[in-house]
């Protein structure tokens, strides 16, 4: 049976002051735009706007139901009551009475999944790094968008895997899918909820290659850097330091007599380090040098690469691949999700800041640095992940390349591996005797 029709619509003020509920805009991509809305049809931004939901009960009275303005939520308050609204029809068709479906005018000692969720972020926002929190939060409004029951003791395992395929039908990566997957899990094992899903349940990715920058891609990108380019980089490249650890590094955390860089959390800018770990990180003193420099002419900044605004810069990504496009490194077949190709812009997938740490472990493990020291310089809590980066240099290392030519040396020689007969008056007569009778 079809599902009863809830609108939602969005609660604005207007100029004059009065307010209005109007049909939410809609994007491009068939998807409802945030806090936008449809009046006197144009699309305009509303942020002081409140979304509601409008329904009819079993009698046929419309009802108004505020849902918030965070607009995920709102799409998992109109699929709720699409969903009650449908089996309550259906029970009274039976002549069925059904309790518990909405306790908004009743008692219930049932917990809403709406409102359990809500105090997880609530409890967890002063422990997590916000980035974290803001993640969990959008994992969260997905399922809640994905899932049409009401209260937290009807989730199982069919939820879990609705949830899966909503992801995938947003066409997010493998990967993604998996982390929104783990992450969902998270939440409801925090919630006391375990054991939700089988082994077999879980999406599943392609775990990609460690790549690091060749020696041969490096030198075209600090050619096509200018002044300001060039410094971020290499010290991206000397401190095998994380996006994040740049944008926050002040001069303080430069000991010019050491020459070392230290990785510190910032607690009055919210920083912090992953895995909660300070460290001390040796670097060249060409790089030493080179910030000391940038000190004298920017004595007043705190941050070494801040952005215009003098806050912690948000785009170094985007000028590191501005820059690769300069130097020709691209490579010419990604195209990003508008269908850019990278051959012509900026949008190759190829190259990230990251590949800049796994180039500094990779140059350090080849130049004879031990792994357990390289796992204290990156800030790895497990070796595991260490090792990981530096297979591409075990791959690319004089021993291994060694060891192949060895094994292929005799194709150098002869064009055929060692033993192999060249013509037929290379083979013994009693070896063709032989198979002639195992033919017979």
């Not at 604005?12 to 809305?37: C, E, F, S, T, Y």
């Not at 009055?268 to 910030?291: G, N, Q």
Request: with cysteine; charged share 30%.
């Amino acid at each position: 049976m079809k599902s009863p029709a809830v609108k939602l619509f969005l609660r604005i003020r207007r100029a004059d002051g009065r307010q209005m509920r109007v049909k939410p805009a809609i994007g491009r991509n068939n998807l409802v735009r945030p806090l936008w809305a449809v009046v006197d049809g144009e699309a305009r931004h509303h942020p002081e706007g409140t979304y509601v939901i409008r329904f009819r009960d079993r009698d046929g009275r419309r009802h108004w139901l505020a849902v918030g303005n965070d607009l995920n939520a709102a799409l998992a308050a109109r699929a709720r009551k699409e969903k009650e609204l449908a089996l309550s029809r259906s029970a009274a068709e039976l002549g069925i009475t059904i309790t518990g479906l909405d306790n908004e005018g009743g008692e219930s000692t049932r917990v809403k999944i709406s409102d359990a969720i809500s105090q997880y972020l609530d409890d967890i926002k002063g422990s997590k790094a916000h980035k974290t929190w803001l993640c969990r939060k959008r994992v969260a409004s997905y399922f809640q968008q994905s899932c049409s029951k009401c209260f937290l003791d009807e989730v199982d395992r069919r939820d879990l895997l609705d949830f899966r395929a909503f992801l995938y039908r947003r066409k997010l990566s493998d990967r993604s899918v998996y982390n929104a997957f783990q992450c969902i899990l998270t939440v409801f094992r925090a919630l006391g909820f375990s054991g939700l899903v089988a082994k077999g349940d879980w999406p599943s990715y392609t775990e990609r290659a460690v790549r690091a920058y060749s020696e041969v891609e490096l030198q075209k990108l600090f050619a096509a850097c200018d002044a300001e380019e060039k410094l971020l980089f290499q010290t991206f490249l000397f401190s095998g330091c994380r996006e994040q650890e740049i944008q926050y590094l002040t001069f303080p955390d430069v000991d010019c007599r050491n020459r070392t860089i230290a990785v510190r959390a910032k607690e009055d800018l919210d920083f912090r380090i992953k895995d909660r770990e300070e460290r001390l990180i040796p670097v060249p003193k060409m790089l030493i040098e080179a910030l000391e420099d940038r000190r004298r002419t920017h004595p007043n900044d705190r941050f070494i690469f801040p952005a215009k605004n003098g806050e912690p810069n948000g785009h170094m990504l985007r000028s590191l691949k501005k820059v690769a496009l300069r130097a020709g490194i691209n490579c010419g077949h990604c195209k990003d999700r508008a269908g850019r190709s990278c051959s012509k812009n900026d949008v190759c997938k190829n190259i990230t800041l990251h590949s800049f740490r796994r180039t500094y472990a990779t140059m350090h493990f080849e130049a004879g640095v031990r792994a357990h020291t390289l796992q204290r310089w990156l800030g790895h809590s497990d070796l595991e992940t260490t090792l990981r980066y530096l297979a591409v240099a075990d791959v690319r290392s004089d021993a291994v390349r060694t060891q192949v030519e060895s094994t292929f040396m005799s194709w150098a020689v002869s064009g055929t591996p060692a033993g192999t007969p060249s013509s037929e008056t290379d083979v013994n007569p009693a070896e063709m005797e032989a198979l002639e009778g195992a033919r017979r």
